[in-house]
Nanobody, 113 residues
Framework: QVQLVESGGGLVQPGGSLRLSCAAS???????MGWYRQAPGKQRELVAG???????NYADSVKGRFTISRDNAKKTVYLQMNSLKPEDTAVYYC????????WGQGTQVTVSS
């Protein structure tokens, strides 16, 4: 069982940027990794995914603003978030696409003036 620790969240003004990190306790090399988010009162949704070959895919709501990347040697997945909007406010999690590991604690992102 791989454990996941997300970090990098915080309070940011609209239009600002944040970079999230997800550190895994085991190898992520063979897995398609994803970033998810869950806003209050809403279901968790997948916002970005990245294959072991670095192919990426994004939800329409974040396309052009968010960039997912990975460092397999460091067992870490990143999410660069630019041009943040209030509707991006949520707890952000990482996991494999089609989640197979227990969820981490997530990292809170709040976009507000």
């Amino acid at each position: 069982q791989v454990q996941l620790v997300e970090s990098g969240g915080g309070l940011v003004q609209p239009g600002g940027s944040l970079r999230l990190s997800c550190a895994a306790s085991g190898s992520i090399f063979n897995y398609v990794m994803g970033w998810y988010r869950q806003a209050p009162g809403k279901q968790r949704e997948l916002v970005a995914g990245i294959t072991s070959g670095d192919s990426t895919n994004y939800a329409d709501s974040v396309k052009g603003r968010f960039t997912i990347s990975r460092d397999n040697a460091k067992k870490t997945v990143y999410l660069q978030m630019n041009s943040l909007k209030p509707e991006d406010t949520a707890v952000y999690y990482c996991n494999t696409v089609q989640p197979r590991w227990d969820w981490g604690q997530g990292t809170q992102v709040t976009v507000s003036s």
